[in-house]
């Protein structure tokens, strides 16, 4: 197992990148579906609903086939490496779901929050910048660390597109040395630690929040 380890932990880098720049495009995905899903100007709203119900309503292993299998074929000629489609394919399909996390967590803000922007006289952008959108942000992270670890979780199905991830790495091993109790066990523990580390951040990142808030940071 000492021999096989440092195989398995080459698999969980590949793991660790995926999830990190998957998870910093599903962050932005949401955030800019769930603004435009609120947005009073049509053609967004329904181009964010498209955009939500097509990767929430469809299969991640079909959408991550489509974007490695199909996307370079005619007429899309559209052709990305397997890394690519990796954080691609789980980025849009985890922010689909995190855009109505945070829509719903926009819409939670108190209404008297609204009115006293209102009163002040501050423009829609600077309301949102400076006093909705932190407040929701606070109330959308314990939802949004479940999906993050749904994205790490959801990193086991690109092996299926030929990258090197831990899920393939313990495959690869198994067959090689037979061991499979030792080396998926190993495997578990390492998406288990996985997890927990970014449990860990999430929960620092909302206390972190929660100080600024009962500071006035962001009341």
């Not at 380890?5 to 998957?22: E, H």
């Not at 199905?157 to 313990?170: H, P, Q």
């Not at 970014?198 to 206390?207: A, D, K, T, V």
Request: overall charge positive.
């Amino acid at each position: 197992m000492i021999e096989l380890l440092p195989l398995l932990l080459q698999g969980a880098w590949i793991t660790v990148k995926v999830t990190f720049f998957g998870s910093l495009l599903a962050i932005a995905c949401a955030l800019i579906a769930a603004l435009a899903r609120l947005s009073p100007v049509a053609p967004l709203r329904w181009l964010a609903i498209t955009y939500i119900e097509v990767f929430r309503g469809s299969s991640l292993l079909v959408q991550l086939f489509w974007l490695y299998f199909v996307l370079p074929m005619p007429p899309f000629n559209v052709e990305m490496s397997a890394f690519a489609v990796a954080v691609v394919g789980l980025g849009l399909n985890i922010g689909a779901y995190g855009a109505e996390v945070l829509r719903g967590a926009i819409r939670s803000v108190h209404q008297g929050q609204h009115e006293a922007c209102q009163a002040l006289n501050m423009t829609p952008l600077t309301r949102m910048r400076r006093i909705i959108l932190p407040q929701a942000l606070l109330a959308a992270i314990p939802p949004g660390t479940n999906l993050l670890i749904e994205l790490l979780k959801n990193t086991s199905l690109v092996s299926l597109i030929t990258l090197s991830d831990l899920a393939f790495r313990a495959r690869q091993l198994d067959q090689a040395t037979l061991m499979t109790m030792e080396i998926f066990g190993l495997a578990l523990v390492i998406y288990f630690v996985l997890a927990q580390a970014i449990n860990f951040g999430m929960r620092q990142l909302e206390r972190r929040l929660a100080r600024g808030r009962m500071r006035g940071g962001l009341s």
